[in-house]
């Protein structure tokens, strides 16, 4: 099955080549950006905000190219393609990175880094955040930024909500590729199944699934609180990404070019890290006055939800990372609960 899907990925990515055939930019004043969720997601707008400061800081001579919405790969071949320098920025959740590198995962296990100040203090750690970078720069993928998403929750096109880790036995549920996504629901007696971003909103629809869990400004901008009304702020996960580049193309940048690109990163991670809570609390709210009825669990329903996946701790957590790196994660995150 490796090799089968191994195959998969690279026919996908050389059939995005053959659509975009300028995609490899040769030539060091063009970098293609390919975002994996819509324009008006909190992602698609951090990365527009990147590109207007990198106009503003290089002007003509800098070209950034954001292509929204899965227009050329989606999360299950971006990674790949940015190996092969097709594309030249991408930020994928860290759960979507398990594909390549697997240790990655265990940063985004369910409640255990609940908020964003531990998500800043374990990317920031020597031990865990830093040497789990590190190796990515070997694969050829360079690290440049920590972006914020939200806290995942789940919505359901039933009439009852998901309350209750029992609720979600049995439900049809879409996730991203990644362990922590996939175990985690499979844990609880759900079905969880992964699919490409760009087609959850027809698979709901249509009833292949009964329920998704983006984070809020996700499933604004997908237009999916219009086919499924019951939203249940679970916050399973606090969900972030690793914004990375081609690392043998970022070196090979003339140093004034690298150097703009590295301010305008910084500036946009700074936008990104200020503008989160609100950009998800307008999503709620927008969402909320169009008929979307949005539960906030009490602290039992959520202490429940917290028990019923902690054994991934101990055992996926482990197998990934080994026991010192989750104690100091396990660590970080109770000094932030």
């Known amino acids: 099955m490796k090799r089968s899907l191994s195959t998969l990925a690279a026919a996908a990515v050389a059939f995005g080549l053959a659509l975009h055939p300028g995609a490899p930019a040769e030539a060091q004043n063009r970098a293609v950006v390919n975002n994996d969720t819509g324009a008006t997601s909190l992602k698609g707008q951090t990365w527009d905000h990147f590109r207007t400061l990198v106009g503003e800081k290089l002007g003509d001579s800098f070209t950034v190219d954001v292509l929204h919405g899965e227009a050329l790969y989606n999360q299950m071949t971006m990674i790949d393609a940015l190996q092969l320098n097709a594309i030249q920025f991408i930020a994928p959740v860290v759960g979507v990175y398990s ?6 995962t265990a940063l985004v296990l369910p409640y255990l880094l609940p908020s964003p100040e531990a998500i800043r ?38 009439e009852n909500p998901i309350l209750w880790p029992d609720d979600v036995r049995g439900v049809r549920i879409r996730v991203p590729p990644g362990r922590n996504y996939v175990d985690a629901f499979e844990i609880l007696g759900a079905n969880p199944t992964t699919m490409a971003w760009g087609e959850v909103p027809t698979a709901l ?8 869990e983006p984070v809020p400004n996700a499933w604004l901008s997908s237009g999916l609180y219009e086919i499924a009304r019951q939203y ?23 140093p004034v070019v690298r150097q703009a690109l590295e301010e305008a990163m910084e500036e946009t991670t700074e936008w990104n890290w200020t503008n989160t809570e609100r950009v998800n609390q307008e999503a709620l709210d927008k969402m909320a006055a169009a008929g979307t009825v949005i539960h906030d669990l009490t602290d039992e329903q959520r202490q429940a939800w917290a028990d019923a996946v902690r054994p991934l701790w101990d055992t996926l957590g482990v197998e990934l990372v080994g026991q010192e790196t989750m104690n100091l994660l396990i660590e970080i995150g109770d000094r932030h609960r």
């Open 99 to 104: 594909s390549t590198f697997p240790k990655m």
């Open 121 to 158: 203090e374990a990317m920031e750690h020597p031990d865990v955040g830093g040497a789990l970078l590190e190796d990515l720069r070997r694969l050829d993928i360079e690290p440049v930024a920590v972006w914020l998403n939200g806290p995942r929750d789940i919505g359901t096109t039933a």
């Open 205 to 212: 629809r249509q009833g292949v699934i009964d329920a998704v």
């Open 232 to 254: 249940s702020q679970t916050g399973y996960i606090w969900d972030f990404y690793v914004v990375a580049t081609n690392k043998t193309w970022w070196e090979g940048l003339d």
